[in-house]
Structure formats: structure tokens, C-alpha cells
């Protein structure tokens, strides 16, 4: 049996075709610059050339798939709002549920949907599954998710903190458990997603009861190029003191800020530690903003959770940079963390324990795979027998 994986965004759509049996990847591939000339108009276009490019393989030497058998096709929606807790089969109420969520992510949303409408338009007859970025964070309380605003804020507009990352930290929560073969509903983690995007979650019994992100994915940690918590009166100070329209603020805090903004070099951490390792003081005090962030995080949902069992990093920097662990989780034993130095720097692109045999919580880093996770969800959702 095979699900088809869809990430469809603004511009271009990316797609895995997995075989369920062993969750192998038969096909993956993706439609770059759709809309812009040389490329497909639009999202039904670049769909369309997806199934010819499985049914005939292309000439960039991707073979030929037998699509025959395709049991369900599963979308990434960033955007979930409170109304969809669970992937989702998906009909037209649900389109117009996700078409709703606009406002909440207007730059994710209209392209994910215009993605399930080119997949429902080229695949008519097999079921088409909703996986949501917000759903994994749906079980937070309200004292986590609430802000300290005028509470009909919350009930007219929505405004509340949603997380993102969803299927990022279900997957390796539970690839976590396995791993340290724990049982997952009594399984209590603190999950740490960090590539361009960086996001936290404090999950007990396999439920997220705390995540860093919020309205938007621009709350919480710093990243790549999103400065995350800053004083919310910077947004009238700056607008005063550096005459920066309002307008500008929020591609300044979103685009020109985090690891970018700081060091003034790069967004990216392999560069930013070659800039520091040649002696540049701003991108070394860049990675060390980025890490102490996340140390408090660290001691704040240690704190949240009763008893944690394993810090889980994942993303391209918690995979593959040993030393920010280190500076995250070193000289942490007073709080039941004790990593294990030659392990840490070790560990790197696969699953491993980097932490000390006695270490009352393990240190893991587990890399996520958001594409299968989507598709098991999906295959899951098509299982469910009929209620
Ligand atoms: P995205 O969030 O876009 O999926 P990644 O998870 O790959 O991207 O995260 C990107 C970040 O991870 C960048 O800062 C990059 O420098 C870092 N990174 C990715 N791969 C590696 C690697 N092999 N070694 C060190 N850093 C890496």
C-alpha cells in the first residue's frame, strides 16, 4: 500500500511517495517556481506533472512508479486553529475550515490548500488526509496557551498560542520512546526541534503541554533569521526611536533578526561557526544567545513536567551540532542531566543516546522525518474504521 506525501508552499511543492509496508521512500521529488515563467501556472499544473513524473519517471533519472495501489495522498496544513485537533479526512467543509484559518497564516495556509485542490482535482478517487502543524499542541491547557490579554481577544479573534512543529515533535517524542523502549503514554520529554525554524515542547505522557511557539512561529526561541521573545513594547519603541514604520516591524523581527540580525553574517550555523572559529565576536555571540535561549527553556519545562525522561533534540542543528547540546545540556547533573562529552560529539545524523548510563534523563538526538510521520498519520486516519 502507498501514501503520497504533499508539502505543497507559495512557490513550489514537494512530494514523497512512500511504500506503507516498510515505510521505504519510492519517489520523492520536487515542482519549483510555480507561477513564474519556464514552470506550471498553478498548483493543479504542478500536480498533474507530479503523476506523470511517478506514472513515466523524468529525465533527471527518477524511475517509473507503479501508482496503482496509492491508498491515500497526505497534506501538510500549517494552520489547524482549534477546530482540528487530529489529521483529518478531508471534503469540502474541511477545505472551508482551513480556507477560515487564513488569517492565522496567511502566507501558509492559501498555498497548502491550493495544493489539496490541485491533488483532489488530479487524484478523484482515494481519500485526501489534513495533517496539521498545530494539531500535536491542541492538548495544551489553557494556562499554557492563554496570553495575559482581555480574554474576549482569545474568544472573538482567536488569540492564543498554537505551536507549530506539531508533527516534527510527535514523531521524534515517539521515536524517543521507542528508542529507549519506554511506553509512550507514560513517556515525559522535552522535545527540541532546531533548523531555520527552532521550537521547544514539553511533552508528558506523550502529550504537548507546552510549546515555545505561539500565534505565529515567530514566539520563543531565536532562530535562523526570527528574533522569538522579545519585549512586545518594542513594537511601539522602536516605531518612535528609529522611525521604523510599524509596517516594516514585522518583516524586521521575522526576516532580519535571530541568528541573522545579531552576527550579521548568516543565518546559517555552519556559517556563523566558520565566522567565529576565524575569530568573528558576533556570530560567536550569536550561537551563544541562540544556546543560553534555549537552556532557559530547558529549566523552565524540566520545571513544567513532572519528571522528565529524555531531552530530544532534532532539526539540522540539534542533529549535527555537538557543541550547542553541550552548551544546552553541560554542567546540568544538579537537574538530572549528565551528558556523556565523547558521545555528544560523536552523535550526528542518526539515532543515539548522548547522555551518561546514570543520567536520571537521557539525552537523544533522534532525527525527525516530518514526511513519514505525516504519512503514518495519514494511513492511520484511512484505517480508522467508520464511527
Ligand atoms: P529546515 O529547518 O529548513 O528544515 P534544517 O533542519 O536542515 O532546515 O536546519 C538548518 C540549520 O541546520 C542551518 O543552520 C544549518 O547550518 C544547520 N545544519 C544542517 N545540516 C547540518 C550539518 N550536517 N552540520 C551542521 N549544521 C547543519
Redesign the pocket.
Known amino acids: 500500500m502507498k501514501i503520497l506525501v504533499i508539502n505543497s508552499g507559495s512557490s513550489s511543492l514537494k512530494y514523497q511517495l512512500f511504500d506503507m509496508a516498510d515505510g521505504t521512500v519510492l519517489a520523492r521529488g520536487v515542482m519549483e517556481r510555480i507561477g513564474e515563467s519556464g514552470s506550471v501556472p498553478d498548483h493543479t499544473a504542478a500536480l498533474t506533472a507530479v503523476v506523470e513524473r511517478l506514472r513515466h519517471g523524468d529525465n533527471a533519472g527518477a524511475c517509473a512508479v507503479d501508482i496503482g495501489d496509492l491508498a491515500a495522498i497526505g497534506h501538510r496544513v500549517v494552520h489547524g486553529g482549534e477546530h482540528f485537533v487530529h489529521a483529518t479526512v478531508i471534503d469540502d467543509t474541511v477545505e472551508t475550515a482551513i480556507e477560515s484559518l487564513t488569517p492565522l497564516a496567511p502566507l501558509h495556509n492559501p498555498p497548502n490548500l491550493a495544493g489539496i485542490r490541485g491533488a483532489r482535482h488530479a487524484f478523484p478517487g482515494i481519500p485526501h488526509v489534513a495533517v496539521f502543524d498545530t494539531a500535536f499542541h491542541q492538548t495544551m491547557p489553557p494556562r499554557a496557551f492563554l496570553y495575559g490579554l482581555p480574554y474576549e481577544y482569545y474568544e472573538r479573534y482567536g488569540v492564543r498560542r498554537y505551536g507549530f512543529h506539531g508533527t516534527s515533535h510527535a514523531y521524534v517524542a515517539r521515536a524517543a520512546a521507542r528508542w529507549l523502549d519506554r511506553p509512550y503514554n507514560r513517556f515525559n520529554a522535552i522535545t527540541c526541534h532546531l533548523?531555520?525554524?527552532c521550537s521547544m515542547a514539553a511533552v508528558r505522557h506523550g502529550q504537548s503541554v507546552d510549546t515555545s511557539m505561539g500565534l505565529t512561529p515567530l514566539e520563543g526561541l531565536m532562530m535562523?533569521t526570527r528574533s522569538g521573545d522579545i519585549d512586545p513594547a518594542l513594537c511601539f519603541f522602536l516605531p518612535n526611536a528609529a522611525g521604523i514604520p510599524i509596517s516594516d516591524m514585522e518583516n524586521m523581527l521575522n526576516k532580519q533578526s535571530g541568528l541573522l540580525g545579531v552576527s550579521g553574517v548568516s543565518?546559517?550555523?555552519?556559517a556563523l561557526r566558520q565566522a567565529a572559529d576565524d575569530g568573528n565576536a558576533r556570530a560567536r555571540l550569536a550561537m551563544d544567545m541562540f544556546a543560553y535561549r534555549i537552556r532557559k527553556y530547558l529549566g523552565a519545562y524540566l520545571a513544567v513536567l513532572d519528571g522528565c525522561d529524555a531531552v530530544v533534540f532534532t532539526?539540522?542543528?540539534g542533529e549535527?551540532?555537538a557543541d550547542i547540546r553541550t552548551a544546552i545540556c553541560g554542567g546540568l547533573s544538579h537537574l538530572g542531566i549528565v551528558l556523556d562529552i565523547d558521545r555528544n560529539a560523536g552523535a550526528g545524523g542518526q539515532a543515539a543516546c548522548v547522555s551518561r548510563p546514570e543520567s536520571p534523563v537521557a539525552v537523544v538526538v533522534m532525527p525527525t522525518d516530518e514526511e513519514l510521520e505525516i504519512a503514518q498519520q495519514t494511513l492511520a486516519v484511512v484505517n480508522r474504521p467508520e464511527q
Open positions: 533548523g531555520n525554524g535562523g543565518n546559517d550555523f555552519r532539526g539540522g542543528i549535527h551540532q
